[in-house]
């Protein structure tokens, strides 16, 4: 690599989009801490409303990352490759935390299960489709999957400190979590059918 390309990568890395994807990733242990405090710790409730308010942060900062990349001009690999990882550390980090308070129990650990292995599998499988340089674009569907998933986290962070506010915020929290992971299932499915089928052109070859 010469000097140039360093140069260029480095500009890349600490424009303003991946700037805020690193934020996204930085949210992550203040969340988590949040509300790790508050159910294990017997913290205060007001705990869970900073957590839910880093998170909604750092929700916003999934929209406004691509939006600025895009009007800006300033996409590059190295945002294309954090953006995805940034979403799927900070979804399955909530969706184990909130698991271990409780929030997340019984029959509903199957809709968190679900969501956590689609995501191994999308990984697993772009990993394998860029290698043979195939880009898989991600549908209209999978962004409002997306959404719904951070809506559903975002009301069981709430939890006990939103039902003061909404009685019904867990049960909203758990109903949009199912309806996430049926979405889920339906464009994991539209991922792992492009991946056989390069997989089988390529061992046609």
Known sequence: ?????????????LSLPNILTYGRIAAIPVVVGCVFAQSVMDGPLWLRWVALAVFIAAGITDYLDGYYA?????????????DPIADKLLVASCLLMLAADSSIH?????AAIVILCREILVSGLREYLAALRVSVPVTRLAKWKTTIQLVAIGFLIAGEAGEMVLPATTLIGIALLWLSAIFTIYTGWDYFRAGIHHLIEEDGG
């Open 1 to 13: 690599m010469n000097i140039a390309t360093t140069k260029g990568t480095a500009r890349n890395s």
């Open 70 to 82: 895009r009007i800006w001009d300033q996409q590059s690999a190295f945002g294309r490759m954090l």
């Open 106 to 110: 019984g029959w509903t650990l199957w």
